[in-house]
Nanobody, 127 residues
Framework: QLQLVESGGGLVQPGGSLSLSCAASGFSSGYYAIGWFRQAPGKEREGISCINMMDGSLYYADSVKGRFTISRDTAKSTVYLQMNSLKPEDTAVYYC????????????????????WGQGTLVTVSS
């Protein structure tokens, strides 16, 4: 019933910018939080930024802090990720995930048994 759909991935040069969107549906009421995750070949999934959809509290991983910005539009049940100063090591498949029970720190650092995952969108940073 709960669904997430990512969009906005693509090819960008190092130092460039890209914006991702995560549209949620099936969340009728109550608490929920959404996070952005990424996974590159040969690496484990990394939580990079998460936001509490109710009060806007958020978390950034050190790897993206100062370069990426997460935001929410509660009316549209949508979360955005603005990515600036992109590096080749940012290349990965980016996913959004949602929870109705976990806080943003746990969601990003210890994601487990989430209520929904998106299908992923590929971000490639290359010259």
């Amino acid at each position: 019933q709960l669904q997430l759909v990512e969009s906005g991935g693509g090819l960008v040069q190092p130092g460039g910018s890209l914006s991702l969107s995560c549209a949620a549906s099936g969340f009728s009421s109550g608490y929920y939080a959404i996070g952005w995750f990424r996974q590159a070949p040969g690496k484990e999934r990394e939580g990079i930024s998460c936001i509490n959809m109710m009060d806007g509290s958020l978390y950034y991983a050190d790897s993206v802090k100062g370069r990426f910005t997460i935001s929410r539009d509660t009316a549209k049940s949508t979360v955005y990720l603005q990515m600036n100063s992109l590096k080749p090591e940012d290349t990965a498949v980016y996913y959004c995930g949602a929870t109705t029970t976990q806080g943003v720190l746990r969601l990003c650092v210890y994601p487990r048994d989430l209520d929904a995952w998106g299908q992923g969108t590929l971000v490639t940073v290359s010259s």
